[in-house]
């Protein structure tokens, strides 16, 4: 049986390697945002990095950079508290979002939080792809459902992204992947394959490198 959203299958020799000249170039942070008429100009390419907070969007960062502190990950949930932008080189924005579905931080900070994300992920125009993450522990869960339909009402394209698959067994992913097929029929702006990803063992740093440089070209 053919299944709607398949992992992307690895790139090819030649894309792979693009990918990685992109990442092995400058990478720059350039600022940290906290609302929106911060944003820097929309004058290149851009992705984002969307998910629950703790999901991994920061070591994900880390790891298709290569360079392990050019975002703050943390074990402490609600780490990253503005939008942070990297460069590329002139190619590209890299964006590091807040985390949602955190409880911890005083309500008025969080909705501060929250209320940027929303109008930054509605209403970016250079925004090319939003990559909505997944942990392969918990699957797709009501929150991201709730951040799935502002992408879909608002047009933008999102790709899913795995995370921590080595935190899983084969079979127990293979289990979650199957979860996350089926919530994603409900999503019209899904992008129809998942990259499945380990920022801890590399698993398919490759395949999103390539990703992003085919979105960042031209
Ligand atoms: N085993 C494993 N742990 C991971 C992986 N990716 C992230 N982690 C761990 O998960 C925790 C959260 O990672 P972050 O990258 O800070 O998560 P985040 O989504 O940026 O979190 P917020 O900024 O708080 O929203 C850290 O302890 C990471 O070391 C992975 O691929 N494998
Ligand atoms: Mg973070």
Known sequence: ?????????????????????????PVDFVKGVVAMDGLPPADRPEVCFAGRSNVG????????TGRKGIARASNTPGRTQ?????????????????????????????QKWQALLKQYLAGRPNLRRAFA???ARHGIKPVDHEIMTLLDRSAVPFQVVVTKADKMGRSALEQVLIQIEGELQKHPAAYPELV????????????LRAIIEGLTAG
Do not use: C, H, W
């Open 1 to 25: 049986m053919k299944v709607a959203f398949p992992p992307a299958p690895e790139p090819e020799a030649e894309v792979a390697e693009a990918g990685r000249l992109l990442f092995a170039g």
């Open 196 to 207: 499945v990803t380990s920022s801890e063992k590399g698993e398919g740093i490759p395949t």
């Open 82 to 110: 503005e939008l942070n932008f990297f460069a590329l080189g002139e190619r590209g924005y890299l964006v590091d979002l807040p985390g949602y579905g955190y409880a911890q931080a005083p309500v008025a900070v969080v």
């Open 133 to 135: 993450l997944i942990d």
């Open 57 to 64: 969007k920061s070591s994900l960062i880390n790891a298709l």
